[in-house]
């Protein structure tokens, strides 16, 4: 009865409002729940892991990067983040780290923060890359240590010697040996200093260089190398019109590595050529030389610094295992590649790519031209 005489209480107006109550509760739920939503994607967008634990241990929230490919690496990772939440909720900082060997190898960093409200957070950082430029960074010093210690050591050992010896022939053989060092010494400092300056430099600047301009200085400075070895250094000179948007004196110095390593892995007597021919809207500054020629099995790896095919050879010929890296960086500074063919006994091309600039007169496909050909003054006019 009393249900009956509470149902005849509720006017229309009374249901009007609830109604109305309802549809607002509704819409502000879909509200909360479309903005849990944008929350729940922007954390996932992250790049960070974060899982977000409350003061009883449940999950509240949790994002995408904190799971990773593969099951093995996706246990590695939970263990973690569990230890990390039982530390954080007893009040307690803690981090560790979690290698996964993939490929591809990640570094995971983990850490466990406890929160105001007794709950915990755990953060899955990546560190893969600080891994790898602490591990790049660690070997070049020990590179640089090794290859500096060689040429000082020997510098001592010869300057005593020198100290020692009163036959004038042995002192004269004994002063150009040290020489040699010395100079073998210079040139590696010189390599470092320049490959440092390339990489630090980062990009080029875009200052319109004449590709001609630097084919000349290139083989200018490669002359002295070449004439001592009675090597001709064969240059097809490209036209004055013909440019590259950069740096002139990374190109230079990129282009006179390229002419160096030719002369120095060529037989005596021998010949050694170099071109600046377009293709496909690049500037191919190309050396080539009928030298000794490089394995394919050390073809990837003569780019890196420090490699040497023949350790010896290179000491030989005065190398610091420095020159095609530096070549390497002045091609990526320059949105450009370096390429390379070779064969045993036969020789090998080494073709330095970077993108031409063509006059804004030029017609359209006018840069197309043969590896072995000048260009055409007049397509570049
Ligand atoms: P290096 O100072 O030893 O010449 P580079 O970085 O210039 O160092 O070259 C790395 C290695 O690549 C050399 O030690 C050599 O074995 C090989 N190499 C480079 N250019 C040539 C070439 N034109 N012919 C044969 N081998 C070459």
Known sequence: MGLLHRRRDVTVDDAVHRT?????????????GRALQ???????????GVVMVDARGHVVSRNASTHVAGAHGEVLVQEA?????EAALAGRESQSAVELFGPPRRVLQVRGIPQPDGGALVVVDDVSERARLDTVRTDFVANISHELKTPVGALAVLAEALADEDDPEVMRRLAGKLVDEAHRAAAAIDDLLEL?????????GHELVQVVTVVREAAV????GAEQRDIRVDVDEPSPDLCVRGDRRQLVSALANLIDNAVKYSEAGGDVFVSAPVRDGDVELTVRDRGIGIPT???????????????????ETGGTGLGLAIVRHVATNHDGDVR?????GEGSTFVLAIPAVVPASDP??????DEHDRPDEETFG
């Open 196 to 204: 440092s300056r390339i990489e630090l430099g980062g990009r080029a």
């Open 221 to 224: 400075r490669s002359l002295a």
């Open 340 to 344: 390379v063919s070779s064969e045993e």
């Open 297 to 315: 099995r050390d073809l990837d790896r003569i780019f890196e610094r420090f490699y040497r095919v023949d350790r010896a050879r290179s000491r």
């Open 364 to 369: 359209a496909g006018a840069h197309e031209d």
């Open 20 to 32: 109305a109550e309802l549809d607002a509760a509704r819409a502000e739920g879909a509200r909360a």
């Open 38 to 48: 944008r929350a729940q994607a922007a954390l996932d967008s992250l790049p960070v």
């Open 81 to 85: 983040i569990d230890r990390h939440v």
